[in-house]
């Protein structure tokens, strides 16, 4: 079809001639109420709260949001998850005549039993045969639509409500007397069927981040290994980083094993579970929150190709670990391909970045992959002005896309994001990347109406170890 399509694929050898949106969440679990049906997008926890409700004890949605945006998250977009057989509250009115019909209902807007705490308010309009609704939930005003004269106006008002679908029910009731009699009126309880929801369930949630929002990270807290094929499924489907947990009291052992189960460069596992303070004391939580606060703060200070371990991911909010692994254990864990989140300096912080792959030689760690989704991105937005441009055969078009994608890139090499090659005299063999859309280019192709462009790239690599060696010079030696 008509668009840009971007590929990427990984060679050997010689490579030749800032809140950074890819630092995002997506993050899917259960709540009190909100949207099933499409993503929110939130900037903080009071945001969070307005849309999703509070904290819940069967969900750690709340806990994992609290620590992404303490720990410096800046961004993410959320999406509930609720079981099969979900259902919404509902209330009908009646109308004012002396034998009084129903008029409208009024269905909460999402499955759950917050519906049971929504109350719907019909006063007297300050017009003459009018009436005003007020939303109450949890006993406050969330909503007001003031002197409506009719059913079709009140469903009108309430198009666009976050918290209600309204539909005219018909009454025969002639006007004025079709509009809803006045008193206050409770929705019943829906139900969120959570204990039968299952991979599955969230395996569709994570479908509602489609393509078109680019890449970012993406997780389901708390959850645990039933997840982890849906998640990397979906991240290699939208170039996505899965960020992946096992369950709070897994052992050394256990993590290792469910790191084994994945090969994917699209994902990385994380233990152990962080300890977050809060009003009513501290509780653990997975660590997934905290990670992707910490590849924020990496991709908004250098780059995506920054590692976001080490003293970038000193924490400020997480206060504590489920078991503070000792460096051999760290050792055990990173060998074992999971990223261990240990104490060091007296501070917890993320102390690796590894990929699930079993390719070492190229996605050892997860900075390859999150690279290549970046450039990957970019490339797309650089290019899509250039889709149904006619093709001219002087090569102005394919110089002109030859420029763009060097746009993309030049300012990577810059940031050292790409990995420069010199000779032995410490001449520029190459910048760490290279454009071609000359060779990629025939006669044939053009004809079908396809432009091509090769991207090469050779991305930095990481001082995950730093090799150091001390030497006792005896008193009487030189140095």
Same mark, same amino acid.
């Not at 809803?180 to 204990?195: E, I, K, M, N, V």
């Not at 189960?261 to 300890?275: E, I, N, Y």
């Not at 091509?452 to 001390?470: E, G």
């Given at each position: 079809?008509?668009? =840009?399509?971007?590929?990427?694929?990984?060679?050997?050898?010689?490579?030749?001639?800032?809140?950074?949106?890819?630092?995002?969440?997506?993050?899917?679990?259960?709540?009190?109420?909100?949207?099933?049906?499409?993503?929110?997008?939130?900037?903080?926890?009071?945001?969070?709260?307005?849309?999703?409700?509070?904290?819940?004890?069967?969900?750690?949605?709340?806990?994992?949001?609290?620590?992404?945006?303490?720990?410096?998250?800046?961004?993410?977009?959320?999406?509930?998850?609720?079981?099969? +057989?979900?259902?919404?509250?509902?209330?009908?009115?009646?109308?004012?005549?002396?034998?009084?019909?129903?008029?409208?209902?009024?269905?909460?807007?999402?499955?759950?039993?917050?519906?049971?705490?929504?109350?719907?308010?019909?006063?007297?309009?300050?017009?003459? /045969?009018?009436?005003?609704?007020?939303?109450?939930?949890? $006993?406050?005003?969330?909503?007001?639509? &003031?002197?409506?004269?009719?059913?079709?106006?009140?469903?009108?008002?309430? %198009? $666009?409500?976050?918290?209600?679908?309204?539909?005219?029910?018909?009454?025969?009731? *002639?006007?004025? $007397?079709?509009?809803?009699?006045?008193?206050?009126?409770?929705?019943?309880?829906?139900?969120?069927?959570?204990?039968?929801?299952?991979?599955?369930?969230?395996?569709?949630?994570? *479908?509602?981040?489609?393509?078109?929002?680019?890449?970012? *990270?993406?997780?389901?807290?708390?959850?645990?290994?039933?997840?982890?094929?849906?998640?990397?499924?979906?991240?290699?489907?939208?170039?996505?980083? *899965? @960020?992946?947990? +096992?369950? !709070?009291?897994?052992?050394?052992?256990?993590? %290792?094993?469910?790191?084994?189960?994945?090969?994917?460069?699209?994902?990385?596992?994380?233990?152990?579970?962080?300890?977050?303070?809060?009003?009513?004391?501290?509780?653990?939580?997975?660590?997934?929150?905290?990670?992707?606060?910490?590849?924020?703060?990496?991709?908004?200070?250098?780059?995506?190709?920054?590692?976001?371990?080490?003293?970038?991911?000193?924490?400020?909010?997480?206060?504590? @670990?489920?078991?503070?692994?000792?460096?051999?254990?760290?050792?055990?864990?990173?060998?074992?391909?999971? +990223?261990?989140? &240990?104490?060091?300096? /007296?501070? #917890?912080?993320?102390?690796?970045? &590894?990929?699930?792959?079993?390719?070492?030689?190229?996605?050892?760690? @997860?900075?390859?992959?999150?690279?290549? /989704?970046? =450039?990957?991105?970019?490339?797309?937005?650089?290019?899509?002005?250039?889709?149904?441009?006619?093709?001219?055969?002087?090569?102005?078009?394919?110089?002109?896309?030859?420029?763009?994608?060097?746009?993309?890139?030049?300012?990577?090499?810059?940031?050292?994001?790409?990995?420069?090659?010199?000779?032995?005299?410490?001449? !520029?063999?190459?910048?760490?990347?290279? =454009?071609?859309?000359?060779?990629?280019?025939?006669? $044939?192709?053009?004809?079908?109406?396809?432009?091509?462009?090769?991207?090469?790239? &050779? #991305?930095? #690599?990481?001082?995950?170890?730093?090799?150091?060696?001390?030497?006792? =010079?005896?008193?009487?030696?030189?140095?």
């Amino acid at each position: 079809m008509p668009g =840009v399509n971007v590929t990427t694929a990984i060679r050997s050898g010689q490579s030749a001639q800032n809140i950074a949106p890819s630092g995002r969440l997506f993050v899917a679990g259960m709540a009190d109420r909100g949207s099933v049906a499409d993503p929110i997008l939130v900037q903080s926890l009071a945001e969070f709260v307005a849309h999703y409700g509070d904290r819940v004890s069967y969900s750690h949605l709340y806990d994992n949001l609290a620590c992404f945006f303490e720990e410096g998250g800046s961004q993410a977009y959320v999406i509930r998850v609720v079981g099969p +057989s979900a259902t919404k509250g509902t209330i009908t009115l009646v109308d004012r005549a002396g034998t009084p019909k129903n008029t409208v209902k009024f269905d909460a807007a999402n499955p759950g039993a917050w519906s049971a705490n929504l109350d719907v308010v019909v006063a007297n309009g300050t017009v003459s /045969n009018t009436v005003t609704i007020t939303l109450l939930l949890n $006993d406050e005003a969330v909503e007001v639509h &003031r002197d409506m004269a009719s059913p079709a106006a009140i469903v009108s008002a309430f %198009i $666009d409500s976050e918290y209600v679908d309204v539909t005219d029910l018909g009454s025969a009731t *002639a006007a004025p $007397d079709n509009i809803p009699a006045a008193g206050t009126f409770t929705l019943s309880a829906g139900s969120d069927d959570r204990a039968s929801a299952t991979s599955t369930h969230y395996a569709a949630a994570l *479908a509602k981040f489609v393509y078109d929002l680019g890449d970012r *990270a993406v997780a389901i807290p708390g959850v645990g290994s039933t997840v982890h094929a849906s998640l990397v499924t979906h991240a290699e489907a939208n170039r996505r980083i *899965a @960020l992946l947990s +096992s369950d !709070e009291t897994d052992s050394i052992a256990n993590v %290792i094993s469910d790191a084994a189960a994945v090969d994917s460069d699209f994902a990385g596992l994380f233990a152990p579970w962080v300890k977050i303070n809060a009003a009513t004391g501290p509780r653990f939580t997975s660590p997934e929150g905290y990670v992707a606060a910490v590849r924020n703060r990496a991709h908004s200070s250098d780059g995506p190709w920054r590692s976001p371990a080490g003293q970038i991911a000193a924490a400020k909010f997480v206060t504590g @670990l489920k078991y503070d692994y000792t460096r051999a254990e760290g050792d055990e864990l990173d060998a074992g391909k999971v +990223s261990a989140i &240990r104490v060091i300096a /007296n501070l #917890p912080r993320l102390y690796g970045w &590894r990929s699930l792959s079993n390719d070492v030689d190229n996605f050892s760690l @997860l900075s390859a992959r999150d690279i290549l /989704n970046y =450039v990957t991105t970019k490339c797309e937005a650089a290019l899509e002005e250039y889709v149904f441009q006619t093709i001219d055969a002087k090569g102005h078009l394919l110089s002109a896309v030859h420029g763009a994608l060097v746009g993309v890139m030049q300012p990577i090499a810059n940031a050292n994001g790409v990995f420069a090659k010199y000779d032995a005299n410490k001449e !520029e063999v190459d910048p760490g990347y290279l =454009v071609d859309t000359d060779s990629v280019n025939t006669i $044939d192709n053009l004809a079908l109406n396809e432009v091509r462009a090769l991207v090469s790239l &050779r #991305p930095s #690599p990481s001082a995950a170890l730093i090799s150091v060696t001390i030497v006792k =010079v005896g008193l009487l030696s030189g140095l």
